[in-house]
C-alpha cells in the first residue's frame, strides 16, 4: 500500500496523467488486506525525530549496523537512517494517530539497542501509538488507498510469479497467476510491474508470534520463479512467547520482576549471564533456555503434560495480583485467556518463538529485486520487492526492533516512485509475451482441478487400506514441519540437525505435499486448497534456509551454530544468495563508514 501510495503521489505520474495515460494499481491479497500481520506490529516506529530529547540520524545508523552484527549495507542502512523522520511525519499526515508530548509533538519511547552518541546510552527514538502502531498504520494506508482509487483484489491468493528469461538471460516479469478464492476461479494477471510485498515466513516454526497466514510465499514465489533469497538463514526468536501459542508475553514481564526457572527450580539465567541475569539480550536469554531444554531441565506445556519438555517456567507470583493487573496488563490477561493459568498463582510456561525473517527477496535501494551471479547484481526487469519478504540488507544479520515497520513503509514508498519513473518511460507493450501468463494460468488450473477431484476419488473409495494417507491434510503437513524446524534450527543448530532435517523434508515432507489432496471438491473458497499450496511453499522455503544456514560455518546475529560458535569476518562477512537448487553464493557486504567491530554478548 506504501508503494501504490507512493507511485501516485510521485512527480513521474503526474507526468503519465499528463500524457492522458491512467495505468491500473491493483493490490492483491490473499487476506481481506486490513488483517495483515503489521496491524499486529505494538511497540513503534524508530526515527531520529528528537522530540524528548537530542537525536542524530547517523546514531541510528550506527545501532542499526552493530545491532544487526555487521552485515548490513550500510549505503542502504543510511538511507533508512536519514529518511526515517521523514516517513514518519508522511505516515502523521496520512492520518496515523501517534501518541503526542505536551507540546504535541510525536511522543517517542525507549527501545532496546537505539542508543545516543554511538552507543553510550539508551535515547527516545521510537514513534509509537499507545500499544498499536501497527494497527494505526494499516488503517491510514488503507484509507488513503480507497481515497486514491486503488483497486484492491481481496482473497486472491497468488499461486505463481511469471518471470521470462531473453536469450541473454535477463530476467523480465510478465505477471501472476492468481486464485480468487471466493470464486475458486484462477486467472492470469497480466503486468509489466509487479511489487511483491508478501510479509514473513514465521509459519515455518511451530511456535511463531507472527499470524499463520505467514507462510513465505513471496519468497516461494521468487526461487520458484528461478530468483535467489539473501541472508534467509537469519531468524529473530523471541525469548517469551507462551507456550503451545507463541503470543508474545513483553519484555516489560521480566522488567518488572518476573524470574526465568528451568524443571529443577532454579533460576538458570543467573549462570549464563551474571550480571544481566533475566534481562540479558534477546538472543542470550533464547539460548539459554534452549540450553537449558536440551541439558533436559525444560517442561512440558501443562496443557500437554505429555507432550515434549520444551519450555520453561516464567515466575510472575512474587509481583502479586494488584501489580500484574497494573503494570503488566496485556500479559495477565494473555495467560489467562490463552493459556487458562493464573501468572499470580500459577507458573507460566514459555518458550522462544520466531518473530523475524531478516532475510527474503534481495532488492537494490529502490526496491528492484535482482539476481546476483558472476559477482555482479543483475536486475530482474520490472520486478520490484518490499516489506519483510524482501532483504535490502538494513536488518544484516539480526534486526533492531522498530525498524521493521520503518524499513516496510520507507522501501515501500521509494519503490513506488521508482516504479512511476519506469510506467512514465515505458516502451509499447508486448502482448504476444502475455501468452506466457495465461500458460501458466492454464497449468495452475489443471492443478487446482487435480487437488479437487482427489477428494472425490477419496469420498468413492472408502475401502483404501492406505488409512495414513487418507488422513494427511495440509495442516498436519504444516504442524510437522513446524516441528521440525523448531527441532533443527530454532535459536540453535548445527550441520547435524541442519542435515537431518534436510534429509527428512526430502523422504517425508516433500512426498506428502506432493500427494495431498483437498477433502472436499467444492470450488468456492475452499481453504485447503489455498492451504496445500500455502504447504508447498514453505517446504521450498524450509529448505532454501536450512541450505543457506548450513553453508554458513559461523555464528553471528540470530544464527547460532553450537559446531561453529564464533564469528568469522574474514570468510562469513557475505550475504548469502541461495537458489531453488540450494546453491548458495557469496554477496560481498557494502561497508562505508564503521569497520566492523567485535560482538559484546
Ligand atoms: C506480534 C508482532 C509485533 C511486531 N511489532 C513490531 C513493532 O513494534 N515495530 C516494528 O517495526 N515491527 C514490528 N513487527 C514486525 C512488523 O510488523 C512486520 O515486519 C511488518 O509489519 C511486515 O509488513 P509487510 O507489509 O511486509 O507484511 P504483512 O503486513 O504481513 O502483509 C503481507 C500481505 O501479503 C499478503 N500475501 C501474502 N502471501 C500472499 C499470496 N500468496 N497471495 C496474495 N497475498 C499474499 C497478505 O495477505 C498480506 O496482506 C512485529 C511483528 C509481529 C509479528
Known sequence: MSAALGLLRSESYEAIRAEGREPDILVVSKLQPLRSHTGSAEGGIAASLGNIEHDDWHWHLYDTIKGGDWLVDQDMAAILAEEAPRTVIGLEHDGVAFSRNEDGTIAQRLFGGHTARFGEQPVHRTAYAADRIGHQILHSLWQQCVKEGVQFAEEWY?????????ESGAAKVLGLVVLDTHSGKVHGVHADNVVLATGGAGRLFHTTSNSWDLTGDGMALALEAGLQLEDIEFVQFHPTGLAHTGILLSEAARGEGGRLLNADGEHFMDRYAPGHGDLAARDVVSRSIMAEVDAGRGVADPKDPDGPRDCVWLDLRALGRDTLRSKLPEVYETVRQYAGLDPAEDLVPIKPTAHYTMGGIPIGADGNV?????GVRHGVEGLFAAGECSCVSVHGANRLGANSLLDACLFGTRTGRSLAARIAEA??????????????????????KTLLAGATQDAGDAGRDDADADEDNAYRLMADLGALMEQAAAVRCSHDTLAAARDAIERDLLPRAERLTAHSDTAAFNQEVTAIMEARHLLTVAQAMLAAADARHESRGALFRTDCPSRDDEHFLAHSMVAENHEVLWQPVTITDYPPKARAY
Open 158 to 166: 497468488v499461486s505463481d510469479l511469471v518471470v521470462s528469461r531473453g
Open 370 to 374: 535482482y539476481e546476483w551471479s558472476d
Open 427 to 448: 516502451q509499447d507493450v508486448d502482448e504476444a509475451a502475455y501468452q506466457t501468463v495465461d500458460e501458466a494460468a492454464a497449468r495452475r488450473e489443471h492443478v487446482i
